[in-house]
């Protein structure tokens, strides 16, 4: 796989299980089988993501029994984290739209010349919630 790949797909990662769990509450396998599924993502970087978005206060935790085994721990999204999915979802919209008005229309070469004045400029402001780790 591309390294530039990953960095992406880590990039977004948080987005996408925002996204997720804006749908439904989900259990952890759930959340990884349907993220290795869509963006090819291992189980391995979901656990300790939904740890942080936990400590974070984006997604709160429940325990449903289950018949094949011990209780479930479901995620929820707080409303917290619909606000952090909110903002994030109008950021990508943005970087995305930027990135593709590089890349040209067909995303494989640049933009042919043109006679028609380039449009004009849009600023890109990400925000990112940072917490205190200090005692």
Same mark, same amino acid.
């Given at each position: @796989? ?38 090819? @993502? ?5 656990? =300790?993501? @939904?740890?942080? @978005? ?64 380039? =449009? ?16």
């Amino acid at each position: @796989m591309e390294p530039n790949l990953v960095q992406f797909k880590k990039g977004v990662l948080e987005l996408c299980v925002l996204a997720l769990l804006s749908r439904t509450d989900s259990y952890g396998y759930d959340i990884a089988s349907r993220l290795s599924e869509a963006i090819d @993502m291992g189980e391995g970087t979901i656990y =300790p993501l @939904m740890r942080r @978005m936990q400590k974070d206060g984006l997604v709160s935790t429940y325990f449903v029994e289950s018949s094949s085994g011990p209780p479930r721990k479901y995620y929820a999204l707080t409303e917290h984290g619909r606000q952090s999915l909110n903002s994030q979802r109008t950021a990508w919209t943005a970087f995305t739209k930027a990135v593709h008005a590089i890349l040209g229309s067909d995303d494989t070469a640049p933009a042919a010349a043109s006679t028609e004045p380039s =449009p004009t400029p849009t600023t890109l402001t990400v925000q990112k919630t940072v917490r205190n780790t200090k005692a």
